[in-house]
Structures are given as structure tokens and as C-alpha cells.
């Protein structure tokens, strides 16, 4: 996949000097060096591969950039416009290119994006059974609870959701599982028999048509972050359907004091919360909670 | 031998005219499908908005012949197997003037570039652009295509004639 869309000079480096599936980010910002994050940290990607020191850092200009986001749409930026809209392109493999440049907006309504000046290419990795742990803690009579997971940004909350999704197939529970997918990257490498998808849809209306259309019994969804996305939860809790999903938060203890949570917190409407941490590099499981913030599980 | 050698010689000629005048045909056909080619993606990515590999292949065979090998160079450029210049995109389109192979590369180089709306807009400037290079090449190859073949076959005639 990034030989598709890197220049090869940079692909070459990258391939043959660094570890692939250790890195977790690419960026590339116009006359800036390519910073590489690997495991949770910030190297420069240099000649010899990825470094600390800036004199020998390779950089990026604002043509790569631009080709680099013309190759991730397959070349035809006017098929991913959408995306760009939002700031991203998600390419077929699930690898999440942030974008940024100019908004054009017209009419008080995003048209494009142009003049693109940096991109952030996020590297999804499937970790097998990451998910394990949590599992028995999350599962009630072979039934997940309605559970959030809860981490600050690169911590695995997506890998998460995926090995989740990929552990219930595994274990030959047959739910009927709902990927509720705006952004394209939590589909990635899932392989399982009972999981239908919705692709970059908002969370409103993937919920209401899923359901309808669907009749999924779970729920899976990435990042909410909206009263909207609150609102499609309660839906789906009235109906009867479970809830898997994920959301940005410091710890526990910031994310009880986030606004556009206290109600539901209130209407304990998540029964359990799954905190991961970078604290041992992306992934870290801290511990599951209850409703009620009691830890059930803490991570030593 | 000597019928058979002015034959040989009569038949040069008029192949050396029809080489000529087919190179006029070939000019005025490439505009045609390419002009074709770029109504097909204008349409295509108002509507379907598929990659454009995909439209490329999809795009009507026969008419694929006539556009000299520019489609599959710049399939190779999408696949990342080669540049875009003018050195990869024209080796077997020989027969366009210099302007017209800078149009043409030029057009190539905004493909996928842009939103669906300045695409468009894009791909219709070049459209009327080309309408006009096809006008040019429909009035040489009227002019000098069958002048070329009727050249050919009277310098065929001439040194038949001569050599009797």
C-alpha cells in the first residue's frame, strides 16, 4: 500500500531500514522533515532510516505532498472528494490519510480542499487478540454490554473494535454484528461471517437506516464526539440493540467530566468502559470499568 | 524482369504516398477518440465518478487503437511504472505536431487532479481545444492526405513511364 502512494525514495528507506509494523504514522508537512512515529515516539525519516537528529532529516514539499494524496485516491482526487471535505482520504487497505491545505467553502458549505500542505498517512495494524483480555469482562452471557472504549488519540482504539469484532466471529458467537464505519478504516482486515457494513455514512444516519434495514444485534462504531452521535445511541439502546464504540479521552476520570457525556453517564447507558493507554507503547490495556466507574478489571 | 522491377517501383511510390497521407488520417482519427474519450470521463465522473483507471479500460476498444498508445502510457504513469512526459506518452503517437502533443500532455496531467465540478470544467475547455485541433487536422488531411496518395501514385506512374 505506501508503495503505492510514497515517493520511492521514501518508500524505499522506510521498507528497507525501518520497521514497518512498528510504525504507526507518516507525516509529511511542506518543507518540513517526514516525521515517522514508531511505537508511540517521533523520529525523523533519514537516509539511514528514521533518526532523532534533524540535520540529517529528509523533508517534504509541498509536490509530494499533492502526489501523495493523488496516489492515495487512485489518481482521481474527484472520487475521494467527500473524504477530502472532511480532511481525510481513507484508501481501499483502511489506511487513514489526514489531510490539510485550504477549505474552499462556498455558501457557507465546504466545497473542497486545495492547496494540500501536509497529510498524516495513519498505518492500521491488525493485532491479533488485543481485544482478549477485556473480553470475558465485556461479554454477559455471551452478549456483549453496551461498552465504550476509551483512550487520547493513536492508542488502538480502532484496533481494538476490529480484533472485538473479529474475537466474536472466532468464538462462534453468532450475533449479528453492524459496522458502523464513517471514516473507512475500521472495516480493514475484518474477517468475520456475521458483520454487515455501513461505510461513510454519519452516525444518525447509519444508526436509523442499520437498524431498519439490517436488524443488526450489535453495534460497532468509532469515535463519537457529537450530541448527534449521543442521539444515535440512545436509538439504538430503545431498540433494543447493543453498543461497541469508542471515544477520545485523557482517562476515566476526564472523560466523567466531559459535557456532552453526562447525561448519558447519568442514564448509565454504557455499562462498561475499556481504557487504553500509550503508557507501554499503542494499546495499553488499562482496565475495564462499570457503570458505575468501579473498576471490574485493572491492568498491572 | 523489367515489367516486374517498374512494377516494384510503382508500388513503392504509391506505398511512400499512402504512408504520407495515412499519417494525416491517423492525426484526425486520434483527435476523434480522444475527443470521445474525454466526453466518456466527463460524463463518467459526473455520474459513476470511477477511478480513472477504471474508465480508462472501460473506454470503447476501437477507439482505444486510435488514440497511438497515449492511454496505455498513461496507464502505466497511474500505476506508477512510468513519467509523464512527453518522451513516454508519445513513443508510438510520432504523427502529432509539437503543439499538439503539448495539448494533449497537458490534458493528461489534470486528469484526477481536481474536484468533480473544476474536472469538468477542465475537461470541456480541452474538449473545445481539441474540437478545434480536429477541424485543422479534418482540412490538412482533406489537403494534403489524398494529395500525398495522388502524388505518390503519379511519381509511381512517372518512372514506370521512364523506365519503359
Keep these: ?300 | 524482369m523489367k515489367y516486374l522491377l517498374i512494377l516494384l517501383i510503382f508500388a513503392l511510390c504509391t506505398y511512400v504516398g499512402f504512408l504520407f497521407s495515412a499519417k494525416y488520417t491517423k492525426r484526425k482519427k486520434f483527435f476523434s477518440a480522444l475527443i470521445a474519450f474525454a466526453d466518456k470521463l466527463s460524463l463518467e465522473i459526473n455520474y459513476s465518478r470511477e477511478r480513472l483507471k477504471v474508465l480508462i479500460e472501460n473506454f470503447d476498444s476501437k477507439q482505444r487503437k486510435s488514440l497511438l498508445g497515449v492511454d496505455e502510457a498513461f496507464l502505466q504513469y497511474l500505476e506508477k511504472k512510468e513519467e509523464l512526459s512527453s518522451e513516454t506518452i508519445f513513443k508510438k503517437a510520432g504523427v502529432l505536431k509539437s503543439e499538439e502533443k503539448d495539448a494533449v500532455l497537458l490534458f493528461f496531467k489534470t486528469l484526477g487532479r481536481s474536484d468533480v465540478e473544476n474536472q469538468t470544467k477542465e475537461i470541456n475547455s480541452f474538449v473545445s481545444r481539441f474540437s478545434e485541433i480536429k477541424t485543422t487536422c479534418d482540412q490538412e488531411q482533406k489537403k494534403y492526405g489524398s494529395l500525398s496518395l495522388k502524388l505518390g501514385i503519379i511519381a509511381g506512374l512517372f518512372c514506370a513511364v521512364i523506365m519503359f
Design chain 1, 1 to 300: 500500500m505506501l508503495e503505492k502512494i510514497l515517493p520511492e525514495k521514501f518508500f524505499k528507506i522506510i521498507s528497507e531500514k525501518v520497521n514497518l509494523r512498528a510504525i504507526n504514522e507518516i507525516r509529511l508537512r511542506a518543507d518540513k522533515p517526514v516525521v515517522l512515529n514508531i511505537s508511540g515516539q517521533s523520529f525523523f525519516l533519514c537516509e539511514t532510516g528514521a533518526t532523532s537528529n534533524l540535520k540529517n532529516a529528509l523533508y517534504a514539499s509541498k509536490i509530494i505532498i499533492e502526489d501523495v494524496i493523488f496516489r492515495a485516491s487512485e489518481c482521481s482526487i474527484y472520487s475521494v472528494n467527500e473524504q477530502i471535505k472532511k480532511g481525510f482520504i481513507v484508501t481501499d487497505e483502511g489506511v487513514r490519510i489526514g489531510i490539510g491545505g485550504n477549505l474552499i467553502i462556498e455558501n457557507g458549505q465546504v466545497k473542497t480542499m486545495s492547496g494540500f500542505s501536509s497529510c498524516n498517512i495513519r498505518i492500521p495494524h491488525t493485532i491479533k487478540n488485543c481485544s482478549s483480555v477485556a473480553l470475558p469482562f465485556i461479554l454477559k452471557d455471551n452478549i456483549p454490554e453496551n461498552t465504550l472504549i476509551i483512550s487520547p488519540p493513536g492508542c488502538g482504539k480502532t484496533t481494538f473494535l476490529r480484533d472485538f469484532v473479529y474475537q466474536l466471529s472466532e468464538r462462534n458467537l453468532a450475533l449479528n454484528v453492524l459496522l458502523l464505519d464513517e471514516r473507512g478504516e475500521l472495516d480493514c482486515n475484518i474477517n468475520s461471517n456475521f458483520t454487515d457494513k455501513i461505510c461513510f455514512s454519519s452516525k444518525k444516519m447509519g444508526f436509523e437506516n442499520g437498524i431498519r434495514s439490517l436488524s443488526p444485534e450489535l453495534i460497532v462504531t468509532d469515535e463519537l464526539g457529537q450530541e448527534e452521535d449521543i442521539e444515535a445511541i440512545r436509538y439504538a439502546c430503545t431498540c433494543g440493540v447493543k453498543i461497541m464504540a469508542s471515544t477520545h479521552s485523557e482517562s476515566i476520570e476526564a472523560f466523567s467530566q466531559k459535557p456532552l457525556f453526562t447525561n448519558i453517564i447519568k442514564e448509565k447507558l454504557f455499562k462498561r468502559f475499556v481504557v487504553l493507554s500509550k503508557r507501554n507503547g499503542p494499546g495499553t490495556f488499562e482496565g475495564v470499568y462499570d457503570e458505575n466507574f468501579a473498576r471490574v478489571y485493572i491492568s498491572r
